[in-house]
T-cell receptor, first 111, second 115 residues
Framework: GQSLEQPSEVTAVEGAIVQINCTYQTSGFYGLSWYQQHDGGAPTFLSY????GLEETGRFSSFLSRSDSYGYLLLQELQMKDSASYFCAVRSDTGRRALTFGSGTRLQVQP | DGGITQSPKYLFRKEGQNVTLSCEQNLNHDAMYWYRQDPGQGLRLIYYSQIVNDFQKGDIAEGYSVSREKKESFPLTVTSAQKNPTAFYLC??????????????FGPGTRLTVL
């Protein structure tokens, strides 16, 4: 099976940089995805890493180290609207063809 | 506009009643998924379907049933056998279930409350 660990809560101030870590255990590995969910809303896709290294999309970047079974989401120039929950998710290349999500990290951006 | 719709947004049910949650997509996606989310928790997979007329159990399928008679539709029935059904239910779709990226697009969700 798959399991993921991420911090339950992170707090930062506007304009700062924050890093949300994710470690995973899986029997096979395709890639690591990140989703954002505002309170009461639906998750939306942010980024995907299949290979080691950093992927940048505007203010958001995501990093993967396959050898360490570890990844992180980096949010720069934080804005109040970034306050949300962030989920990492893995897709295994064996067995079930569906994502397994972490329990989420709640990010609170303060003025 | 292409997207995923779920109805109703809020649903109340008495204990012992079955209830069906609707999920429709016009993205022409092959794969569809149902997740349950409890307050402050992550998403747990209930059922998924990679193609019409086929579906697989997820991690918490007990007390739920699905059908996939049309590509666009993947309704979820919460049966009276589900012991604690009050939760936020999210439906999602992806282009197919075998692609490496497997980016999922979510509907707005249905919040089910059992009275």
């Amino acid at each position: 099976g798959q399991s993921l660990e991420q911090p339950s809560e992170v707090t930062a101030v506007e304009g700062a940089i924050v890093q949300i870590n994710c470690t995973y255990q899986t029997s096979g590995f395709y890639g690591l995805s990140w989703y954002q969910q505002h309170d009461g809303g639906a998750p939306t896709f942010l980024s995907y890493n299949a290979l080691d290294g950093l992927e940048e999309t505007g203010r958001f970047s995501s990093f993967l180290s396959r050898s360490d079974s570890y990844g992180y989401l980096l949010l720069q120039e934080l804005q109040m609207k970034d306050s949300a929950s962030y989920f990492c998710a893995v897709r295994s290349d064996t067995g079930r063809r569906a994502l397994t999500f972490g329990s989420g990290t709640r990010l609170q951006v303060q003025p | 506009d292409g997207g995923i719709t779920q109805s109703p947004k809020y649903l109340f049910r008495k204990e012992g009643q079955n209830v069906t949650l609707s999920c429709e997509q016009n993205l022409n996606h092959d794969a569809m998924y149902w997740y349950r989310q409890d307050p402050g928790q992550g998403l747990r997979l209930i059922y998924y379907s990679q193609i019409v007329n086929d579906f697989q159990k997820g991690d918490i399928a007990e007390g739920y049933s699905v059908s996939r008679e049309k590509k666009e539709s993947f309704p979820l029935t919460v049966t009276s056998a589900q012991k604690n059904p009050t939760a936020f239910y999210l439906c999602a779709s992806s282009i197919d279930g075998s692609g490496r990226t497997d980016t999922q697009y979510f509907g707005p969700g249905t919040r089910l409350t059992v009275l």
